[in-house]
């Protein structure tokens, strides 16, 4: 038997592609290691949204290249984003990377593993499933791509287009999945909420699968986009039950003409209100959030406004980073830079404050019971738990009966330690 390594990087639909990939690979008689030299294959799945994501792959292949040099005898496969956005650059810098795969090939790996042959078919192929064996929260793609060109990001060009995944194969996977005792799904798409199949849109795809579910107690969705954010996808979260009423909602920046230089297609005042209508529709919504600060041309004032935004929006979990400049996107090309030093200043106090803002919302939020879904024993105290609930909170609980990872639990929120609550078991 073959061994392999595959090392994943960046977002949740490469993970996803990642889990597909191991499915394929067992298939074909290959067994997963850490040893890189035992292993017979090397697979790095790129990520190119930061420069950093990509000076960590570097440096792994500096690594994979100097285990080459002294004696193994591994082929090695670079694909994703970085290999779809800089293909020539890698065959030129690192020549001994034996197969440089775009994003749409991904699942040609195997082929070329087996039979050292590349068999290249156009546009994006969905697997039939991204399970991972043993797991009890699992991704689910649903569409690729992303039309919506943001001056900033490298997706689209990466990424391609949007195409959607059909109906019919998502509601298999999702019965497969309940088959196999998963208890939680995570729809994916670069802009999931964009999804179109036929004419069959986002609301009505949701509403489907949760009408379809059985033991699956927790439905997700993540990324989507505030312009493709109907009353009807707000009357689907709250009214099938089990469609989480935590919602990623990227605000990126607090400033409309930032927005507009973004080409996010929204204003400040846009997004207020599109805010608005989800809390009066939505019972006991809280929100997550993207965050960028140091965009081209941002002054003072138009930061402070995303400070003051990300007040209006309250989130209780927020993914910030400042402006990272990407060759080939209109944010690289544009005047008025902001220094690095500047950048940094302005998202180590984004930051600061957004940790002071999500415990006080958390504190608030201490002695509310609700059902969750037991993720592992605790790293310090084996006899603790962890679990999570429908906004995505984390909770420590000593258990009052047997249970193990996946079992759904009923807890009362005690006291919140750092980023976890601590909390209780009910009865039932």
């Known amino acids: 038997m073959k061994r392999y390594i595959l090392e994943n990087y960046g977002c949740q639909m490469n993970i996803a592609e990642g889990n597909a990939l191991d499915l394929l690979l067992s298939g074909a008689g290959f067994e997963k290691t850490d040893d890189g030299r035992s292993a017979d294959a090397v697979i790095i799945n790129t990520c190119s949204v930061r420069k950093s994501a990509e000076n960590r792959i570097w440096g792994r292949l500096s690594h994979y290249n100097h285990l080459k040099k002294t004696g193994s005898h591994l082929k090695l496969v670079v694909t994703g984003c970085m290999a779809e956005r ?3 650059e890698l065959k030129k810098e690192a020549p001994f990377v034996d197969a440089v795969i775009g994003t749409n090939e991904k699942m040609d790996i195997v082929d070329f593993l087996c039979e050292d042959r590349l068999e290249r078919e156009d546009g994006y192929h969905f697997m039939a499933s991204y399970y991972q064996e043993g797991e009890k929260s699992s991704y689910v793609p649903i569409m690729n791509g992303c039309n919506n060109f943001c001056s900033y990001c490298i997706v689209p060009y990466v990424r391609g287009r949007e195409v ?18 998963v208890r ?3 729809l994916l798409g670069q802009n999931v909420n964009s999804y179109n199949y036929e004419g069959l849109r986002f609301p009505e795809l949701l509403r489907r699968i949760a009408s379809s579910l059985d ?5 997700r969705f993540d990324s989507p986009h505030p312009k493709d954010f109907p009353d009807e996808l707000m009357r689907v979260i709250a009214e099938e039950e089990r469609v989480c009423s935590h919602i990623h909602l990227p605000m990126q920046a607090g400033s409309s003409r930032i927005l507009s230089l973004m080409n996010r297609k929204t204003t400040r005042e846009g997004f207020f209100s599109l805010v608005d209508r989800m809390r009066s529709s939505i019972p006991d919504l809280t929100f997550s ?26 989130p209780i979990e927020a993914f910030m980073y400042y402006y990272n400049l990407r060759e080939g996107t209109p944010a690289a090309r544009m005047e008025g830079q902001i220094p690095e030093e500047e950048k940094t200043r302005r998202l180590e ?21 609700f059902r969750a879904l037991v993720l592992s024993p605790t790293r310090d105290d084996r006899t603790a738990f962890l679990a999570r609930n429908a906004h995505n909170e984390t909770v420590s609980f000593h258990p009052k009966t047997k249970v193990a990872p996946g079992d759904i639990v009923t807890l009362r929120t005690l006291a919140l330690k750092g980023n976890t609550y601590i909390g209780e078991q009910c009865d039932e």
Not at 164 to 181: C, H, M, Q, T, Y
Not at 289 to 314: H, I, N
Not at 354 to 366: C, D, F, N, S, Y
């Open 86 to 88: 800089l293909k020539d």
């Open 164 to 181: 959607s995944r059909p109906v019919d194969d998502i509601l298999n996977e999702v019965a497969f999945l309940e088959s196999k005792g």
């Open 184 to 186: 939680e799904i995570t």
């Open 215 to 219: 033991s699956i107690e927790f439905v």
């Open 289 to 314: 959030t993207d965050v960028m600060v140091g965009f081209p041309t941002e002054t003072e004032e138009e930061y402070e406004e995303t400070l003051s935004a990300m007040d209006y929006l309250a």
């Open 349 to 369: 106090r984004l930051i600061d404050e957004q940790l002071k803002r999500a415990a006080r919302i958390k504190e608030g939020r201490v002695g509310q019971s």
